[in-house]
Nanobody, 121 residues
Framework: QVQLVESGGGSVQPGGSLRLSCAASGSIFNINAMGWYRQAPGMQRELVASINSGGNAYVLESVKGRFTISIDKAKNTVYLQMNALEPEDAAVYLC???????????????WGQGTLVSVSS
């Protein structure tokens, strides 16, 4: 069974940095894409960043220049480097993956458990 395990959330002051990690574990045949959504209280879930197996990345306009997404294919791990954090970035960040397990015949959309990012002074 394939699972996504996130780490790296926490509490920082405005202007601080955090690095989120999301590792896919289990028997994986291929990963098509991985990325991060976030959801703040009372707000809709929004896609923050994603990256596909070819290295093509999408980053939400409001975090461009501050957030960087990368993927380590050997480790099946996606990272989100978040710099110059603002109070508006505070949310639960959820990792997702478009993954083909060895036991499956189609790609599955899998989700991590979420990690909390707090930004306040």
């Amino acid at each position: 069974q394939v699972q996504l395990v996130e780490s790296g959330g926490g509490s920082v002051q405005p202007g601080g940095s955090l690095r989120l990690s999301c590792a896919a574990s289990g028997s994986i045949f291929n990963i098509n894409a991985m990325g991060w959504y976030r959801q703040a209280p009372g707000m809709q879930r929004e896609l923050v960043a994603s990256i596909n197996s070819g290295g093509n990345a999408y980053v939400l306009e409001s975090v461009k220049g501050r957030f960087t997404i990368s993927i380590d294919k050997a480790k099946n791990t996606v990272y989100l480097q978040m710099n110059a954090l603002e109070p508006e970035d505070a949310a639960v960040y959820l990792c997702y993956g478009d993954i083909l397990p060895t036991s499956a015949y189609r790609y599955l959309e899998l989700w991590g458990q979420g990690t909390l990012v707090s930004v306040s002074s």
